[in-house]
């Protein structure tokens, strides 16, 4: 017997016992449940999502898109990055203003060598401004999960006020459950056992996301 006919025999008999005219488990669960926590304005999420991005240490900054091509190179150069791992669907113009050497997302590509680049440019699926979260969900412009999860310096564009939502429920709806969803809050951090936190063990030691929109503001660093 194999692992799958195992568990699927569990999962049998555990129903064995339930009524052909049980409810309907989509109705079974009461999801009356508050969409969003208070009323807030278009800005007042976007701000919202700085502050609990910044909160997690991701670095956060706000341009026009007329200003984005140039925000990403002067974040490429304030790293030194001699080498960007680039997907194969992010629009080519958000890198015409650095002549950093770019690395397409290879299915081929080996940890070693996605170790080797210096940082990673993707968008993302969607922002959720009460969590702080940015979600990637493989997406042309956002490559494979690896991508994001190797290089040590992860910039990621989101696009204002199109990407932004107030809730995860609200995010949950703009998402695909088949998709290889990535959940990130702030760069990758972890505590032993007397609370001392380490960054970059598991993921990128630096996060820095970009609100890209069509009104400039100035920059706000955690």
Not at 112 to 133: F, K, N, P, Q, W
Not at 159 to 176: C, I, Y
Request: proline share 6%; aromatic share 2%.
């Amino acid at each position: 017997m194999s692992s799958r006919d195992l568990i699927l025999g569990r999962v049998r008999r555990a129903i064995a016992d339930v009524r052909q005219d049980d409810t309907p488990y989509e109705q079974a669960v009461d999801r009356s449940y508050l969409r969003e926590h208070g009323r807030r304005s278009v800005a007042e999420t976007v701000d919202l999502l700085a502050e609990n991005l910044a909160d997690y240490r991701a670095i956060v900054h706000r341009c026009a898109s007329g200003e984005l091509a140039a925000t990403i190179a002067g974040l490429l150069a304030e790293r030194a990055a001699g080498s960007v791992v680039v997907p194969a669907g992010l629009d080519a113009a958000w890198l015409a203003a650095t002549d950093v050497t770019r690395v397409p997302d290879r299915l081929g590509s080996t940890p070693r060598e996605l170790d080797a680049v210096d940082s990673v440019v993707t968008a993302c699926a969607v922002a959720i401004a009460e969590t702080g979260t940015i979600v990637l969900d493989g997406g042309p412009d956002q490559g494979r999960r690896r991508i994001t999860l190797v290089p040590d310096h992860h910039i990621c564009v989101v696009r204002v006020p199109d990407q932004v939502v107030s809730s995860v429920p609200q995010a949950l709806q703009r998402l695909d459950p088949t998709r290889p969803l990535t959940w990130i809050s702030g760069p990758s951090a972890t505590s032993d056992i007397e609370l001392d936190r380490v960054e970059g063990v598991h993921g990128p030691r630096t996060l820095e996301v970009v609100l890209v929109s069509d009104q400039p503001r100035a920059d706000v660093t955690s």
